[in-house]
């Protein structure tokens, strides 16, 4: 075997964000670019020799190349073994159920989740831990540290890989087994959920939509769904990974998931079930027959009826959201008697509390949702986990979200996001916004008037780490709030997100327009942010 030293020069833009390394496909084809990460993560992590390494990635373009690129570089680092999904396809949640079932040391998962892909669009490079989990912040801050240092990178000599060929071979000293990216997940899944029950509620008639987006989880979906579940061919929609995602965002929000928003809204056409996921099958979309239910709305209504699914049966241990994703779960976890977590934005912030076993559930008004059976969020498990609830509780999406508002009240929520901003001018009003906090308490806009303003910062209680700085928050009388942040996954500028939140208690009023419930807030918003004044923008480009 030989091992090659490749000598490099440093980037120094290649800061992990939310969610990994990630920029355009031009931006990563520059030579050494996607070599000085990956070498960056294995000199940090530096696994016992031997380890094992999974690798898989969302299917877009620039997957393969970079997949036996790592192959090379894994084996000249040490690793005695390279797990990588067959056409080097692995969903998130499934390379995160795979790092945990063979107890793997870490695996790269190729990805820029829900942004476009193609030669001209985006990809990106996440590194995960042990526990199948995004690795944490001192991990990322030290990769970014070494990236600004690093001279050299090491690979083996080896031609390229017949990736779409299962079994095992032999690359350097090491093994590389390509296997099927989707069974260890969707047994895992048959082990949470009662697929009987499901099954017979499909043959009683239940009928759903999925639209897969042409990204990664078409395969997933129509090995649960369609052949596990039984629904009919055809319940998985746009179920071929494409490079390119068919020029879409596979973005599994109303704008973007449009066509199955605009079916579901029909009320003759309609199945009883719609739901899609993303590029690379972390997020979730779910909308009943004529009605959309928000993540943050979701998570709660899950949390709520988990107990209804065998892996819950026992109960949650406690629930975690993001700071931005709305309080609803919190009212479902005070009736359950069980702990409520408020963690930053990431997922990655979840990790040590599932880790410790402090909460069972977890999710993002981001769109994710999912539990302790991986360290991931996982779009079609929440998507089972719904199948399960309805067919348990023989009652339709919109009966469970009536029920749900009628016992715990109605968190309204939106997020508005003004996207590529000018980083400057985007900073410019981050920061005047936090120099004005301190004198917003008692200060009146509209009907509303601020209780108390502040800047989020974290405190986790298992590992005893502070992360400050994570988004702008003013809480008004009443539980209505508005939270302020930076984006940390675009590619493209700065995109500005205001979420939105307005809280009606049982008695109040639960059936209105989000639009009507939230124009006080966005009103205030503008009022105490300047968003016009800073950005030249006068509307959302995205609401969600
Ligand atoms: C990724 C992360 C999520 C996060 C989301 C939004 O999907 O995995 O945990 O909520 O990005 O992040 P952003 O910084 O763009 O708001
Ligand atoms: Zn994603």
Redesign the pocket.
């Known amino acids: 075997m030989t091992i090659l030293t490749h000598p490099t020069t440093p980037y120094l833009d290649q800061k992990p964000?939310?969610?990994g390394l990630r920029k355009k496909v031009r931006h990563f084809q520059q030579p050494n670019y996607a070599e000085n990460f990956i070498q960056a993560v294995f000199d940090v992590v530096a696994a016992p020799a031997g380890s094992t390494l999974v690798v898989g990635g969302d299917g877009r373009f620039h997957n393969r190349t970079v997949i036996q690129q790592a192959i090379r570089m894994a084996a000249a680092n040490g690793y005695g073994r390279v797990l990588v999904g067959q056409g080097g396809i692995l969903s998130t949640p499934a390379a995160s159920a795979v790092i945990r079932k063979y107890g793997a040391n870490g695996g790269l998962i190729l990805s820029a989740?829900?942004n476009p892909g193609g030669p001209d669009e985006d990809f990106g490079i996440k590194y995960n831990g042990a526990n199948g989990g995004?690795a944490p912040e001192n991990v990322t801050e030290a990769v970014f540290a070494r990236t600004k240092a690093i001279d050299r990178w090491l690979a083996v000599d080896a031609a390229d890989l017949d990736l779409d060929a299962p079994g095992d071979s032999v690359v350097g000293a090491m093994t590389v087994s390509v296997i099927d990216p989707v069974a260890d997940w969707a047994d895992l899944m048959e082990s949470l959920f009662d697929f009987a029950l499901i099954r017979r509620a499909v043959a009683d008639g239940l009928t759903m939509a999925f639209d897969a987006m042409h990204a990664v989880t078409g395969p997933y979906a129509h090995e649960v769904l369609e052949r596990r579940l039984g629904f009919a061919a055809g319940t998985v929609r746009n179920g071929v990974p494409l490079e390119d995602f068919g020029g879409h965002h596979p973005d599994p929000n109303l704008v973007h998931a449009r066509v199955l928003h605009d079916l579901m809204m029909d009320p003759e056409m309609a199945p009883a079930f719609g739901a899609a996921s993303d590029g690379d099958g972390?997020?979730n979309l779910i909308i009943g027959k004529g009605i959309f239910v928000t993540p943050s709305d979701s998570l709660a209504m899950l949390a709520a009826n988990a107990h209804l699914a065998p892996g819950y049966a026992n109960g949650l241990a406690g629930v975690a959201r993001?700071m931005p994703t709305s309080a609803a779960v919190d009212r479902v976890a005070q009736g359950l008697g069980i702990a409520c977590f408020e963690t930053p934005?990431?997922?990655?912030f979840f990790g040590n509390l599932l880790d410790a076993g402090k909460a069972t559930l977890c999710g993002?008004?981001?769109a994710?949702t999912g539990s302790d059976h991986v360290r991931e969020?996982d779009g079609l498990w929440a998507v089972l986990l719904w199948l399960n609830v309805i067919a348990a509780r023989g009652a339709s999406v919109a009966e469970i979200a009536r029920g749900h508002w009628a016992r715990y009240g109605r968190n309204y929520y939106a997020r508005h996001d003004y996207e590529a901003i000018e980083s400057a001018r985007a900073d410019a009003l981050m920061a005047e916004l936090a120099a004005a906090l301190p004198a917003l308490p008692g200060r009146a806009f509209g009907p509303l008037s601020v209780a108390a303003a502040d800047s989020f910062s974290y405190d986790d209680p298992v590992d005893g780490s502070t992360s400050t700085n994570q988004g702008l928050r003013v809480q008004f009388e009443g539980g209505s709030r508005v939270v302020f942040?930076l984006?940390?996954?675009?590619t493209e500028g700065a995109?500005l997100?205001v979420y939105l939140e307005r809280y009606e208690p049982p008695s109040g009023n639960l059936a209105a327009e989000t639009p009507d419930m939230l124009a006080d807030l966005v009103a205030a918003a503008e009022a105490i942010a300047g968003i016009a004044r800073h950005t030249g923008r006068t509307a959302p480009d995205v609401i969600t």
């Open positions: 964000g939310t969610s989740s829900h995004p972390d997020r993001s934005t990431g997922w990655k993002e008004e981001s994710g969020k942040r984006s940390g996954t675009g995109t997100r």
